[in-house]
């Protein structure tokens, strides 16, 4: 007989302040990197040192707005826990997907603490490996959400994701041994 899933059912959702950080961040990053370009538009000669700075500008506006597109399809505001996965929805410029993630069905974790580091974007994968979702540290009680993930997924990428914290992480492992 299975055991029966003690997952609470929580919502986690992020800050009024960091959710106007992560909607309108990019705009302001992108105006500020327009702000340096007003010197090249001034010189009346253009050498090619300058042509090459105009080319580095444009190539950060363009990493900055494509890692930001690319996140925005996958940050959502509001992740909620039930019995056997995570609903996610209220993305980001009111996407109107939820997208639905059962525990069993995640075959990766990636960033953030997942990987051992104390900041970052988090990120899990489903299926054959496309990112399903991801959060930041910055979201409401994460570090529930992300013990909530741990002790729902796949005893093999639990250890995975255990073997990357390093020693915080054999202190989690030994208190999930003494649970059994």
Same mark, same amino acid.
């Given at each position: 007989? /299975?055991?029966?899933?003690k997952?609470?059912?929580?919502?986690?959702?992020?800050?009024?302040t960091y959710r106007? &950080?992560?909607?309108y961040?990019n705009?302001?990053?992108?105006? %500020?990197? #327009?702000? @340096?370009? *007003?010197?090249?538009?001034? /010189?009346?000669? /253009?050498?090619?040192?300058? =042509? !090459?700075? #105009?080319?580095?500008?444009? %190539? =950060?506006i363009?990493?900055l707005?494509?890692?930001?597109? *690319? #996140?925005?399809?996958? #940050?959502? @505001?509001? =992740?909620?826990t039930?019995?056997?996965?995570l609903?996610c929805?209220d993305y980001?410029?009111? %996407?109107?997907? !939820?997208?639905e993630?059962?525990?069993?069905?995640?075959?990766? $974790?990636?960033?953030?603490?997942?990987?051992?580091?104390?900041?970052? !974007?988090?990120?899990?994968f489903t299926?054959?490996?496309?990112?399903?979702? +991801?959060?930041?540290?910055?979201?409401? /009680? *994460?570090?529930?959400l !992300? +013990?909530? &993930?741990?002790?729902?997924?796949?005893?093999? $990428?639990?250890?995975e994701? =255990?073997?990357n914290?390093?020693?915080?992480?054999?202190? %989690?492992?030994?208190k999930?041994?003494?649970? *059994?």
């Amino acid at each position: 007989m /299975k055991p029966e899933n003690k997952t609470p059912e929580m919502t986690f959702s992020y800050s009024k302040t960091y959710r106007f &950080i992560y909607r309108y961040g990019n705009i302001v990053m992108t105006f %500020l990197s #327009l702000l @340096y370009i *007003s010197p090249f538009l001034m /010189k009346p000669e /253009k050498t090619t040192q300058d =042509i !090459v700075f #105009l080319v580095f500008i444009f %190539l =950060i506006i363009f990493l900055l707005d494509w890692y930001f597109i *690319s #996140l925005i399809k996958v #940050l959502p @505001y509001k =992740i909620e826990t039930t019995k056997d996965g995570l609903r996610c929805s209220d993305y980001f410029y009111g %996407l109107t997907k !939820v997208t639905e993630i059962k525990f069993n069905e995640i075959t990766r $974790l990636k960033g953030g603490i997942f990987d051992g580091k104390p900041t970052g !974007v988090m990120k899990i994968f489903t299926g054959e490996g496309k990112e399903s979702v +991801a959060f930041f540290q910055k979201m409401n /009680k *994460s570090e529930t959400l !992300v +013990a909530i &993930i741990l002790s729902n997924v796949r005893k093999e $990428l639990y250890d995975e994701v =255990i073997k990357n914290l390093g020693e915080t992480g054999q202190i %989690l492992k030994s208190k999930r041994k003494s649970k *059994s």
